[in-house]
């Protein structure tokens, strides 16, 4: 379903924003999204935007403004320091920005002469060539800067926002609250597909740690929550779903593995609660979700990312064992510069997930290992090579990075700059002291050919990743 197109009754509630509890019918929030594209900057050609989104109606606006248009936008999120930002709008150089409650204006930006505020245009644009299919780019890799993106169409997004409402039979009835940020492929899977059903969104940017978030999840009678596996942990540590969440009927959970005992903890909560739980397995590569486990069958499957979401089918390769995707929902490509935005759709539907899995006698998934280098930080995905890079340039030193999702290790031949590189880290892409650790190495391994060897690292620092 085109859900950009907003095709739901005028008079349905489509949006509350709980910062100032200004409320949208789907009329109204049309009218606001003609209005928006009209006000974009636009070209000759086909031009791009940037959208540095919060959870909030000015941002849900604008998105489906650019869908609408025909022209692509890039999502980043609003919380990432300005740098990151900067480094990204510098790469792609795209003809507009748009960001909610962002003071700075961009080298090589002006504010429009329109009413719009938090609108800037380029002053000298370029014309490059964008694809025709392009809609939509996503970062793959967190808050690294990596200035790798994901490129989607608007085939992508309508099959995968209708295949999630498909099989967790969302309908108009439903309201979802913004657990996660919009500029997160997981986030945005959540507002797609209930816009797809017609349903009702309570936008904030709250943390779920918050008690303003569960006041407004309750005050509002909110139906459904989404978390990463670092949001669960913490969850069911302080205690906050066994006495709050009065009107949630439908938890998920996607953005890395959650470990078997909370996935346990949280079955045996919700058929206390009479909730559903469902636990999901995607990539932003796939638009956002690839698999999910029915709740009916979660007691027995405690462990398995589930069966592929409809449309869409699963398979183990025989030779290598990685877990391969087919799906209309899978992206063209990547892009890393902004002359690859030309580029049409270089996998053909088929997404090699990078994952290991194996599949048991029932056509369920079992991912078993990774054939890339990444870690899920708090449920965003993390390139360890880029971390490297990035550190080794500021350190002027050779760094290792590795280790396990929700635990970020380095490695390094100092002890003295330890303390440091920890510090550094944990600033730079904005983690907890708690997800980062620094361990020093008389010598870092190395392979025959001189490269890092990540698993004699690992086994000399007696981390497993298990």
Same mark, same amino acid.
């Given at each position: 379903?085109?859900?950009?197109?907003?095709?739901?009754?005028?008079?349905?509630?489509?949006?509350?924003?709980?910062?100032?509890?200004?409320?949208?019918?789907?009329?109204?929030?049309?009218?606001?999204?003609?209005?928006?594209?009209?006000?974009?900057?636009?070209?000759?050609?086909?031009?791009?935007?940037?959208?540095?989104?919060?959870?909030?109606?000015?941002?849900?606006? =604008?998105?489906?403004?650019?869908?609408?248009?025909?022209?692509?936008?890039?999502? +980043?999120?609003?919380?990432?320091?300005?740098?990151?930002?900067?480094?990204?709008?510098?790469? %792609?150089?795209? *003809?507009?920005?748009?960001?909610?409650?962002?003071?700075?204006?961009?080298?090589?930006?002006?504010?429009?002469? #329109?009413?719009?505020?938090?609108?800037?245009?380029?002053?000298?644009?370029?014309?490059?060539?964008?694809?025709?299919?392009?809609?939509?780019?996503?970062?793959?890799?967190?808050?690294?800067?990596?200035?790798?993106?994901?490129?989607?169409?608007?085939?992508?997004?309508? &099959?995968?926002?209708?295949?999630?409402?498909?099989?967790?039979?969302?309908?108009?009835?439903?309201?979802?609250?913004?657990?996660?940020?919009?500029?997160?492929?997981?986030?945005?899977?959540?507002?797609?597909?209930?816009?797809?059903?017609?349903?009702?969104?309570?936008?904030? *940017? $709250?943390?779920?740690?918050?008690?303003?978030?569960?006041?407004?999840?309750?005050?509002?009678?909110?139906?459904?929550?989404?978390?990463?596996? %670092?949001?669960?942990?913490?969850?069911?540590?302080?205690?906050?779903?066994?006495?709050?969440?009065?009107?949630?009927?439908?938890?998920?959970?996607?953005?890395?593995?959650?470990?078997?005992?909370?996935?346990?903890?949280?079955?045996?909560?919700?058929?206390?609660?009479?909730?559903?739980?469902?636990?999901?397995?995607?990539?932003?590569? &796939? #638009? &956002?979700?690839?698999?999910?486990?029915?709740?009916?069958?979660?007691?027995?499957?405690?462990?398995?990312?589930?069966?592929?979401?409809?449309?869409?089918?699963?398979?183990?390769?025989?030779?290598?064992?990685?877990?391969?995707?087919?799906?209309?929902?899978?992206?063209?490509?990547?892009?890393?510069?902004?002359?690859? +935005?030309? @580029?049409?759709?270089?996998?053909?539907?088929?997404?090699?997930?990078?994952?290991?899995?194996?599949? $048991?006698?029932?056509?369920?998934?079992? =991912?078993?290992?990774?054939? @890339?280098?990444?870690?899920?930080?708090?449920?965003?995905?993390?390139?360890? *090579? $880029?971390?490297?890079?990035?550190?080794?340039?500021?350190?002027?030193?050779?760094?290792?990075?590795?280790?396990?999702?929700?635990?970020?290790? &380095?490695?390094?031949?100092?002890?003295?700059?330890?303390?440091?590189?920890?510090?550094?880290?944990?600033?730079?892409?904005?983690?907890?002291?708690?997800?980062? !650790?620094?361990?020093?190495? !008389?010598?870092?391994?190395?392979?025959?050919?001189?490269?890092?060897?990540?698993?004699?690292?690992?086994?000399?620092?007696?981390?497993?990743?298990?």
């Amino acid at each position: 379903m085109e859900f950009w197109t907003l095709p739901h009754p005028d008079d349905a509630p489509a949006a509350v924003d709980l910062r100032g509890e200004q409320r949208l019918s789907y009329g109204d929030l049309r009218r606001k999204v003609d209005a928006l594209q009209e006000t974009l900057p636009c070209t000759n050609r086909k031009s791009l935007g940037a959208l540095i989104a919060r959870n909030s109606l000015e941002s849900l606006a =604008i998105y489906l403004a650019a869908l609408r248009s025909g022209n692509p936008v890039i999502l +980043l999120d609003a919380s990432w320091k300005p740098s990151v930002l900067a480094e990204l709008v510098g790469t %792609y150089q795209p *003809d507009w920005l748009f960001g909610d409650r962002i003071d700075a204006t961009f080298s090589g930006y002006r504010a429009t002469s #329109t009413v719009m505020e938090g609108l800037q245009e380029r002053a000298e644009r370029q014309g490059v060539e964008i694809h025709p299919d392009l809609a939509l780019l996503l970062t793959t890799s967190g808050s690294t800067g990596s200035p790798k993106l994901v490129r989607l169409t608007l085939r992508n997004l309508a &099959a995968n926002g209708g295949s999630i409402a498909k099989y967790l039979k969302l309908t108009p009835g439903e309201r979802p609250i913004s657990s996660l940020p919009m500029s997160y492929s997981y986030g945005l899977s959540v507002v797609n597909s209930h816009l797809a059903a017609g349903a009702c969104l309570l936008l904030t *940017d $709250d943390s779920v740690l918050q008690r303003s978030f569960w006041d407004a999840l309750d005050g509002h009678r909110g139906t459904s929550f989404a978390g990463v596996p %670092y949001t669960y942990q913490m969850l069911l540590q302080t205690g906050l779903l066994k006495t709050r969440g009065s009107g949630l009927r439908t938890l998920t959970q996607a953005g890395g593995r959650l470990d078997e005992r909370y996935i346990r903890q949280m079955y045996e909560l919700a058929q206390e609660r009479g909730w559903k739980f469902v636990v999901m397995y995607g990539q932003t590569e &796939a #638009t &956002a979700r690839i698999s999910y486990v029915p709740f009916d069958e979660l007691g027995k499957k405690i462990g398995s990312v589930g069966v592929a979401i409809p449309d869409g089918s699963l398979r183990v390769d025989d030779v290598s064992g990685e877990l391969i995707y087919c799906g209309p929902n899978v992206m063209m490509g990547y892009a890393e510069c902004r002359d690859d +935005l030309a @580029k049409g759709d270089e996998l053909g539907g088929m997404l090699r997930t990078g994952d290991l899995a194996r599949r $048991d006698e029932d056509g369920y998934f079992y =991912i078993t290992g990774r054939t @890339k280098r990444f870690l899920k930080m708090f449920g965003k995905r993390f390139n360890l *090579d $880029d971390v490297e890079m990035a550190m080794a340039s500021r350190c002027h030193s050779t760094i290792a990075c590795f280790g396990k999702d929700d635990l970020l290790l &380095a490695a390094v031949e100092d002890p003295q700059i330890a303390p440091a590189v920890h510090a550094l880290i944990c600033e730079t892409f904005d983690l907890p002291r708690h997800a980062v !650790q620094v361990v020093a190495v !008389q010598q870092l391994p190395r392979t025959s050919n001189g490269k890092l060897d990540y698993q004699r690292l690992s086994q000399q620092t007696a981390v497993t990743g298990d």
